[in-house]
């Protein structure tokens, strides 16, 4: 069956660290990949996107990653700050290019 | 602008009643989508629309009707509320929808308990 597959634990870590999160998948050839990020209350809000042949995009201290042979997308936010304290959805263009289908998210918290 | 407008916010039904969840977005946004957030399932998409007069099914669509009869709005009907349609529901709507990397805007969700 085609999956998507976020880390559903909650990451903690420290202000000022590199936060990095995985969005696996499997049976699935996407064209592309988004991230995506959604605070409680609020609906999801687009962040980067990346395309099957880009290894990595880059905007602010965002980082993006696509391995299209692991199957696997990382996500990293540097320097991150408590304000990045969120869950971040990974979504993938499925269904013969109509739609997208989004990972279960998973919940960054920032700590000072 | 205000983008992508949802209502009602909240919504309490009970079992067997039907009801209308509005969207409606000033982006003149071709494509529109429905999508439902329950935990641990992540987003799912109910029903989308790629422009006027144009409907097609998602991951989860019993249960729910569609139409498309402006670009603007796109009205999701809950003919018969039951309690499995609790849940969290998320307008989206995008430019065009080509398939080469169109973004998501979504609005701010409305929260639906069937009782």
């Known amino acids: 069956s085609q999956k998507i597959e976020q880390n559903s634990e909650a990451l903690n870590i420290q202000e000022g660290k590199t936060a990095t999160l995985t969005c696996n998948y499997t049976n699935y050839s996407p064209a592309y990949l988004q991230w995506y990020r959604q605070d409680p209350g609020r609906g999801p809000v687009f962040l980067l996107l990346?395309?099957?042949?880009?290894k990595e995009k880059r905007k602010e201290r965002l980082k993006v990653t696509f391995d299209t042979t692991l199957k696997q997308s990382l996500f990293h936010i540097t320097a991150s700050q408590p304000a990045d304290s969120a869950t971040y959805l990974c979504?993938?263009?499925?269904?013969?290019?109509?739609?997208?289908?989004f990972g279960t998210g998973t919940q960054l918290k920032v700590e000072l | 602008n205000a983008g992508v407008t949802q209502t009602p916010k909240f919504q309490v039904l009970k079992t067997g009643q039907s009801m209308t969840l509005q969207c409606a977005q000033d982006m003149n946004h071709e494509y529109m989508s429905w999508y439902r957030q329950d935990p641990g399932m992540g987003l799912r998409l109910i029903h989308y629309?790629?422009?006027?007069?144009?409907?097609d099914q998602g991951e989860v669509p019993n249960g729910y009707n569609v139409s498309r009869s402006t670009t603007e709005d796109f009205p999701l009907r809950l003919l018969s509320a039951a309690p499995s349609q609790t849940s969290v529901y998320f307008c989206?709507?995008?430019?065009?929808?080509?398939?080469?990397?169109?973004?998501?805007?979504f609005g701010s969700g409305t929260q639906l308990s069937v009782l």
């Open positions: 990346i395309r099957e042949n880009e």
């Open positions: 979504a993938l263009l499925t269904g013969g290019g109509n739609k997208l289908t």
């Open positions: 989206a709507s995008s430019r065009p929808w080509t398939g080469r990397g169109e973004k998501l805007f």
């Open positions: 629309s790629v422009g006027a007069g144009i409907t």
